[in-house]
């Protein structure tokens, strides 16, 4: 299994097996040995789910080292790790999957709100103290999903002229939604993110899909969300979808959108007329 490691930035420490992280980042480590983040091969974070965790690290500073998992051919070591965290003699071995000292994690979504429990600072937690704020960016993610995941597949399923266009419409009439509901439930004091200047979760469990549908969708088909939702004034949604990209950890963290896009072209039907 190949291993890269990452320094509290994210940026990868070395290539070269049995150089130790541990060693390199001795200096910033606040754990006994780094965490051990699983990501598949063969280009790093093509996977939106294991791009959550890996901003989160990021975002949360924590050292850790990657171990990359082939796909087509698991490690025995990994399905092993996999089935015995999930309690499932059958469980397919999905990332992200981390091992934190003793204790292993798997599901994107609970690894991110566990790694925010333990290592968020006072004040710099990705998911917020404030109960009522809690339940909103919980919303947000939810809302963001189920408004434009569906409505991304949709667009690079669809066949023909018309289709596209129902599809994009969808896109659009989803982008309102969250335009108007991080209007409504978000803040715009001192920053563009949801809860204005305050990265959080919101954007930590979106970023990975919203910068997939930026990348394939324009190359593969005829749409560009953030110039559509520009051209029908959804400003709230344009700065956030700005601020989400432009922040460090998600350019730092991921593949390229040139490897995006050879992703996307499995789930991509060409036009017919
Ligand atoms: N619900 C899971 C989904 C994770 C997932 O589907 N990961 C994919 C890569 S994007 C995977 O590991 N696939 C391995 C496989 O299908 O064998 C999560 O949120 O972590």
Not at 117 to 139: I, N, R, S
Not at 218 to 237: D, I, Q, T, V, W
């Amino acid at each position: 299994m190949q291993r890269l490691d990452h320094s509290t930035s994210g940026r990868l420490l070395s290539h070269k097996p049995g150089n130790h992280p541990w060693r390199i980042s001795s200096a910033r480590m606040t754990t006994a040995s780094p965490i051990v983040f699983y990501d598949l091969l063969p280009e790093p974070g093509v996977c939106p789910y294991a791009q959550r965790a890996w901003i989160a690290l990021v975002e949360l500073g924590v050292p850790f080292t990657t171990k990359f998992v082939d796909k087509a051919n698991k490690s025995e070591e990994f399905l092993s790790l996999y089935r015995g965290i999930v309690q499932d003699p059958a469980g397919r071995g999905t990332v992200p999957t981390i091992v934190d000292g003793e204790y292993k994690l798997t599901e994107s979504a609970v690894v991110v709100e566990y790694l925010d429990k333990k290592y968020g600072k006072p004040g710099k937690t990705l998911l917020p103290d404030d109960p009522e704020e809690f339940g909103k960016v919980k919303l947000f993610v939810d809302t963001f999903t189920s408004q434009l995941v569906s409505a991304n597949f949709k667009i690079l399923r669809a066949d023909s002229r018309e289709s596209l266009a129902e599809a994009t419409a969808a896109m659009d009439a989803g982008a309102k939604v969250l335009n108007d509901f991080i209007k409504v439930n978000g803040s715009s004091e001192g920053g563009d993110f949801f809860l204005g200047s305050r990265y959080s979760f919101a954007e930590t469990m979106t970023t990975p899909f919203l910068r997939r549908m930026m990348a394939a969708i324009p190359a593969l088909k005829e749409y560009n969300l953030l110039e559509s939702s520009k051209a029908k004034g959804l400003h709230r949604f344009v700065a956030w979808i700005e601020a989400s990209l432009s922040r460090p950890s998600n350019q730092k963290t991921g593949c390229s959108d040139q490897q995006i896009v050879e992703g996307f072209k499995t789930f991509n039907t060409p036009l017919k007329d």
